[in-house]
């Protein structure tokens, strides 16, 4: 029969194999998510640029038909 010291070793051990697993898991995940979601912040900034061209392309062509300019 094992020791408490040798079975607290090996329980250790395994937590220890358990974390490393869960921890390489977990930033695999986290790294797969940050690309996902530079693509979507690069696809809102895009529209975001898209919308105030249009809005500052319509007041100006607005300033101009009117004659204020």
Known sequence: MPSQT?????????????????????LHHIEKDMARLDKTIHRMDMRLWGILILLVGSVVLG?????VW
């Open 6 to 26: 040798q079975q607290n070793t090996v329980d250790i051990t395994e937590i220890k194999t358990d974390l490393k697993v869960i921890k390489e898991n977990h």
């Open 63 to 67: 300033a101009i038909t009117n004659g």
